[in-house]
């Protein structure tokens, strides 16, 4: 319900605004840890069913996007073919430093880098640009969205906003599938 929805109030649009106008920006970077320059979470503000609003957008480059999907298949073929799978959690030791795997989460993990190089070989995995966005949110509304760019600069952000806002955004929808060992796509 958008009246619950703190990202629809204007006097929090309002604040947002202000920041961004301090800023000189269009949107507001997230605090996240996750941004690095083939992601970046932000807030802008847009319309959504006729009303001001709140996105709550995360932004990743096509070919950040095909790795989530290598990852993701070969987490589920290793469901699959180990009965006592449990995704793998990488552990800190009291100085910070990463903790060995056990035996099985070693197993697993190698079973997983195999099943993704052989995807990988075989093109397997094809992604396209998209947005998709989510009204259900708990404060304004998510936005995810994939971009044919080498990283997610400022500059990127800005003229996406800009875009979706003005309702003029092109959608590459050619599938793209992307190599690591030369770090190149293929069409």
């Given at each position: 319900?958008?009246?619950?929805n703190k990202g629809f109030d204007p006097d929090v649009i309002n604040?947002?605004?202000?920041?961004?106008s301090r800023k000189g920006k269009n949107f507001l970077l997230s605090d996240s840890?996750?941004?690095s320059?083939?992601?970046?979470?932000f807030y802008f503000i847009g319309m959504f069913e006729g009303k001001e609003v709140l996105y709550d957008a995360a932004l990743y480059t096509l070919?950040?996007?095909h790795n989530s999907e290598l990852y993701e298949l070969a987490e589920h073929r290793a469901a699959n073919h180990f009965p006592e799978f449990k995704s793998i959690s990488y552990r800190e030791d009291e100085n910070g430093d990463l903790q060995a795997l056990d035996d099985?989460?070693?197993?697993?993990?190698?079973y997983m880098a195999e099943v993704m190089m052989e995807l990988e070989a075989e093109g397997d995995i094809r992604v396209s640009e998209f947005i998709e966005v989510d009204p259900h949110l708990n404060f304004g509304i998510g936005l995810d969205a994939a971009l044919n760019v080498e990283e997610i600069s400022e500059s990127v952000?800005?003229?996406?906003?800009r875009q979706f806002n003005d309702d003029t955004i092109k959608l590459d929808q050619t599938s793209y599938t992307f190599h690591t060992e030369d770090e190149e796509f293929v069409r």
């Open positions: 319900m958008p009246s619950l604040e947002y605004r202000e920041k961004m840890d996750d941004n320059e083939e992601f970046k979470n070919r950040l996007h099985l989460e070693e197993e697993i993990g190698l952000i800005s003229t996406f906003i």
